[in-house]
T-cell receptor, first 112, second 114 residues
Framework: GNSVTQMEGPVTLSEEAFLTINCTYT??????LFWYVQYPGEGLQLLLK?????DKGSNKGFEATYRKETTSFHLEKGSVQVSDSAVYFC???????????FGAGTQVVVTP | KAGVTQTPRYLIKTRGQQVTLSCSPI?????VSWYQQTPGQGLQFLFE???????NKGNFPGRFSGRQFSNSRSEMNVSTLELGDSALYLC?????????????FGPGTRLLVL
């Protein structure tokens, strides 16, 4: 079946550091790929998405590129802020009404 | 446009009781999905409703059920609560027109079973 694997956290960074969160997926076709962010005590917020190979999603300084050849969708940000501290989830959607397959989530802690 | 709303935000129940959670989707959205989030199992899909019909279902026991009303609002019911049902329950909405659409999540209902 379909699955998503994310790097384990927590990832601890200093403010203005470069952030990368690795995400790889297993799916037989061409899923849509998403990154969601969850702040403490809240639901999931869509960060960015890509629907086909080589698409780049971007939002709020975050970027991720859909790489079909490596089945990856790594999240990057060039300069993190304390406010970026949250849990980040990689997810895929493939031929299933309303059903997303989520990774385990990666906690990111940014210190001043 | 108002986002997805869920009520109540917090609930405490005891084993054996039942609980009903409510979700109001974004205006115009006709699909509502439900997820259970726990530290051990992560985010797991429960079911999806579109136009009052369940279109998709995850791998949960029959104690977990749902329904959707004509205004697209949805409820989820858990009967005979177990300690392991303690979780954050999230609902998400979308237009329901495409198989791989973006879903928009509510803030969740945190259920504690004692």
């Amino acid at each position: 079946g379909n699955s998503v694997t994310q790097m384990e956290g927590p990832v601890t960074l200093s403010e203005e550091a470069f952030l990368t969160i690795n995400c790889t997926y297993t799916a037989t076709g061409y899923p849509s790929l998403f990154w969601y962010v969850q702040y403490p005590g809240e639901g999931l917020q869509l960060l960015l998405k890509a629907t086909k190979a080589d698409d780049k999603g971007s939002n709020k300084g975050f970027e991720a590129t859909y790489r079909k050849e490596t089945t990856s969708f790594h999240l990057e940000k060039g300069s993190v802020q304390v406010s970026d501290s949250a849990v980040y989830f990689c997810a895929l959607s493939f031929h299933s009404w309303g059903k997303f397959q989520f990774g385990a989530g990666t906690q990111v802690v940014v210190t001043p | 446009k108002a986002g997805v709303t869920q009520t109540p935000r917090y609930l405490i129940k005891t084993r054996g009781q039942q609980v009903t959670l409510s979700c109001s989707p974004i205006s115009g959205h006709r699909s509502v999905s439900w997820y259970q989030q726990t530290p051990g199992q992560g985010l797991q899909f429960l079911f999806e409703y579109f136009s009052e019909t369940q279109r998709n279902k995850g791998n949960f026991p029959g104690r977990f059920s749902g329904r959707q009303f004509s205004n697209s609002r949805s409820e989820m019911n858990v009967s005979t609560l177990e300690l392991g049902d303690s979780a954050l329950y999230l609902c998400a909405s979308s237009s329901g027109q495409g198989l791989q659409e973006t879903q928009y999540f509510g803030p969740g209902t945190r259920l504690l079973v004692l």
